[in-house]
Each structure stands twice: as structure tokens, then as C-alpha cells.
């Protein structure tokens, strides 16, 4: 493919590796976001019918945040970092040296489709790579936003931004990229890995699956309620890491649902079709698949759907079976099934039988039982008495584990993804001792035991 060609041909040139070209390219990127903020909001309506305030908090706001701190840090994350050289290789010197990998891909996903297609790309620009980036070709409005305006930011020998649908993601994938970072589902995830091996190319799988939510009877219900109708309906329950079902202490169930049912009127009124704060399903086939999941389930709430705007009203699910389609698949919707345990021990053993999760959320004010989730529930993030925050942070690295994925990135964990740690070390011509070069004797090994 040319365009591949060319970018590589850029990366062999060196144009994206002073520090000086990084920095412009994350400006470009800041001012495409602040000069462009009202278009990529209308964008974001029109493809999943987010809210102003929703797509400032986590599209606009959240990539300004991620490309400043990235920009004002960068000198000091490429600094060489210094680690100390054994007797044996003295004189001498050693460090780990942060190189870029060359030309990657980056496969970006519907739901937060700038987020996931920019942090990425903040990342691989700040690594100094050259870069093709995919937007999903779902979130069509923000696709084309980026392919017609970001372009014009931003350097065209080292970053292209093509946009089209699998067939165009199979012909990206049989390229030898440097690394691939793939964000979306599990079905896909294997096809990247499957054709990344054909050219051992590294890959960051950022993926989803079911991420639950324990709630023990000794934590403020109210509060919880609130965080986790939060995490849940943002975006109409279209987040990687939104809470996929609740376990609850059975004693703290029904004041967990009263206070979920508050927390809903509370957000979205009593007709979240009408609220402006309320998102809307990406498409059609995503609709029908929610609808499809709700069949032969008791709802706690009743239910409220509306095929012309895709629009599904937050529901609640009382106890699903575990072998029934919504506990089987991730819901990626508004549907949150609320499972009664015996005791938070159960819960934790429930989600123990599973996949590990992308995040787990786990409310209790007892500090044994926090100490028991963070050391028996492996999973790709842990927050304890809220949901999703941790998004916020920089010094934490987001990714998943097991099923929900491999890799990481965020802040200079983003940065990290993308490049080689090239472990340089550099010896003196002095002190040339003979002890390591055969002739091999007794003494010499005694020696080299001692000093190795
Ligand atoms: P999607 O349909 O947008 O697909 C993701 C990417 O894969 C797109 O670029 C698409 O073009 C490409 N693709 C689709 N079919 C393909 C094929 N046959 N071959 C090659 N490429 C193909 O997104 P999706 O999979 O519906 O995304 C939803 C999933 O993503 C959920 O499981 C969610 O949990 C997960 N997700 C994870 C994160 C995270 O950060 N871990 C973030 C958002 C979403």
C-alpha cells in the first residue's frame, strides 16, 4: 500500500524523531481539538446522541488533558534513565534508551470514537513513530472529522488517517506494521493477533467483556447508587468499562434498586427519552441485540424503547440466570442485571469463575473486605467504592488482562507501548581484563564467581 510505503519512508528519514517535531505534532492536535470543538460535538450527536457536557467530559476535555500532560512531560519521560553497570563490566556504563518503534496501526472503536483513536495516536506521535490510524467506520460522522480536518494538522509524511470498514482493516492488517494497537471487541481482537503473527508484529489489545460490580451491605447505598447509575448510563451503557452487572448482599439489595431507581430520576428525569443528557444506541443491529437480550427476563423497572431514535430507557434486570445470554455476553447497553448474593464473599467467588474483567468495581466501607477484592479478583483495573474514575488519573495505566485484553496505555504508559527500551551499555577501552577470554583456567573461574 503506498501510503504505508511513504510513512515508512518518512520514519527512515527521521522526520518524527527530534523531540521539537513531537511537540509541534501535539500542539497541532491541541489546537484541532479547541478549534474544532463545536464540529466534533455535532459529530458526536449525531453518532451516538451524546450530550454536550458527555462529550466534552470524555471525548474533548479528557484528549486536551491527555495531549498537554503528554506535551509538558515529554522531555523528561525521554530522558535515558541510568542504571548502575556489575564490577564485572567496569569500566563502563549502562542505560534503558526509549526508541520508536517505526510505523504502527491504530484501530479505533465506536463508542468513544475520538478518545479511542486520539490517546492512541497522542501516544505513537509522542513515541516519535509514523502512524495510519482507522477510526471505526460505525461512528461515521467522527470518522470523516478526523480524515478531513485532523489531516490538515497534522504532518502528512508521517500520519494518515484512512477510513473504511473490515475490508479496508484486512488489507491494513496484512501489512508489516511495528505495532498494532487494536482497540473494540474479542471476535476482531483474534483476527489482529492472528495477522499480526504473520510478521511477529507486537500488539496492543484493548478489548472488552463483562465488568462487575460487588456491593456489600456496609457501604453507603445511596452514594453507591449514584456512582454506579454514573458509570452506567454515560453514554447509554456504551463503555468498555461501564459496570455490566451488579452482585449485591441480599440484605442491601432492594434499598440498592430503590436508590438505583432515584438516581435514574434523578439524571435523566422521569422520561430519559427527553432528557438532553441521555445518549442513544450507535445503530440498528445494535438495538435489536439489546432488545434480544431482554427476552424472558423480569424487569424491575418497566420498560421504554424507541426503534426511530434507537433509544433504549435504563433498565434494571432482576437476577438473571448465570447461563442466560445476558450473563453470557457483555451487555454494552442499558440493561443492568442486579444479582443477590449470600455474602460478599460469593460475589467475589462469582466473578473469581469468570473471565477476568476489563474493571471491577467493589463498594464497602470494611476495609477486610476492599483488602479481599484487591487481592483475589485479578482484573484489567480496580476501583473501590466508585466507578470509572480511575480514567481520570495519568499515573494509572488502562488496559486489560486475560480476556480483556493485553498491553496498556495512558500518560507515559502510552508512550511506553510504543517504544523499544533499548538497554544501551558502553564500555571503556581501558582496564582490558583477561579473566572472561579463554584460555580458561581454575583460578579465573574462582575469580569469575567472585565477581560475577
Ligand atoms: P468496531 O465495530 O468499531 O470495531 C473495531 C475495529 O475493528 C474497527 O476499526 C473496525 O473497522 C475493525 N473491524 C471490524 N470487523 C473487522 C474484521 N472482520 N477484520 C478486521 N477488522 C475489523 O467496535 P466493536 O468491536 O463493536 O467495539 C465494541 C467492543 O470494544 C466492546 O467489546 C467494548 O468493550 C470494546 N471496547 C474496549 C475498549 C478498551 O479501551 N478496552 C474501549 C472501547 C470499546
Known amino acids: ?69 503528554t506535551r509538558k512531560n515529554l522531555k523528561r519521560w525521554l530522558k535515558p534513565r541510568k542504571v548502575s553497570t556489575p564490577a564485572v563490566a567496569k569500566p563502563g556504563r549502562s542505560k534503558l534508551l526509549l526508541e520508536p518503534l517505526g510505523t504502527v496501526l491504530i484501530m479505533g472503536a465506536w463508542n468513544y470514537p475520538m478518545q479511542l483513536s486520539l490517546s492512541p495516536l497522542i501516544a505513537a506521535i509522542a513515541a516519535g513513530n509514523t502512524a495510519i490510524l482507522k477510526p471505526s467506520e460505525v461512528s461515521a460522522n467522527s470518522a470523516r472529522i478526523m480524515h478531513e480536518i485532523l489531516t490538515q494538522y497534522l504532518d502528512p509524511e508521517a500520519v494518515a488517517v484512512l477510513n473504511g470498514d473490515a475490508s479496508l482493516a484486512t488489507e491494513l492488517l496484512q501489512l508489516p506494521f511495528d505495532h498494532i494497537f487494536y482497540t473494540g471487541g474479542n471476535r ?36 453507591t447508587a449514584r456512582r454506579i447509575a454514573w458509570g452506567k448510563w454515560m453514554n447509554a451503557g456504551q463503555t ?36 438532553k443528557d441521555y445518549g442513544r444506541i450507535i445503530n440498528e443491529q445494535h438495538f435489536r441485540r439489546l432488545l434480544t437480550l431482554m427476552d424472558g427476563q423480569t424487569l424491575i423497572n418497566d420498560s421504554d424503547f424507541d426503534r426511530s431514535e434507537l433509544y433504549i430507557k435504563p433498565l434494571l434486570v432482576d437476577n438473571p440466570a448465570s447461563d442466560s445470554a445476558i450473563m453470557q455476553e457483555e451487555i454494552f447497553g442499558p440493561l443492568l442485571p442486579i444479582i443477590r448474593v449470600d455474602s460478599f464473599q460469593q460475589g467475589i467467588d462469582f466473578v473469581r469463575q469468570r473471565e477476568k474483567p476489563l474493571a471491577c468495581y467493589a463498594f464497602s466501607n470494611d476495609k477486610a473486605e476492599q483488602a479481599d477484592v484487591e487481592h483475589q479478583i485479578s482484573t484489567g483495573n480496580l476501583c473501590i467504592n466508585d466507578t470509572m ?57 574462582k575469580w569469575l564467581k567472585k565477581l560475577m
Open 389 to 445: 474514575m480511575f480514567m481520570l488519573n495519568d499515573k494509572l495505566p488502562f488496559g486489560g488482562v486475560g480476556n480483556s485484553g493485553m498491553g496498556r496505555y495512558h500518560g507515559e504508559f502510552g508512550l511506553r507501548t510504543f517504544s523499544h527500551e533499548k538497554p544501551v551499555m558502553t564500555r571503556s577501552f581501558h582496564l582490558d581484563v583477561a579473566l572472561r577470554y579463554p584460555p580458561f583456567s581454575s583460578q579465573k573461574l
Open 1 to 69: 500500500m503506498k501510503v504505508f510505503e511513504e510513512l515508512r519512508a518518512s520514519f527512515a528519514r527521521g522526520i518524527t524523531r527530534p523531540l521539537s517535531w513531537r511537540i509541534e505534532q501535539l500542539k497541532a492536535i491541541e489546537a484541532f481539538l479547541t478549534e474544532n470543538e463545536s464540529l466534533i460535538i455535532e459529530a458526536l450527536k449525531k453518532d451516538l446522541g451524546k450530550s454536550k457536557a458527555e462529550a466534552w467530559n470524555t471525548e474533548v476535555g479528557f484528549l486536551l488533558k491527555d495531549v498537554r500532560h
Open 240 to 275: 468498555c468499562i461501564a459496570p455490566d452487572y451488579v452482585l449485591v448482599e441480599k440484605e442491601a439489595y432492594q434499598p440498592l434498586v430503590d436508590a438505583l431507581l432515584q438516581s435514574i430520576k434523578d439524571f435523566y428525569t422521569d422520561d430519559p427519552q427527553r432528557s
Open 188 to 223: 476482531v481482537g483474534k483476527i489482529v493477533m492472528r495477522a499480526a503473527a504473520e510478521h511477529l508484529t507486537p500488539v496492543t489489545l484493548e478489548l472488552g467483556g463483562k465488568s462487575p460490580v460487588l456491593v456489600s451491605k456496609k457501604s453507603d447505598i445511596k452514594v
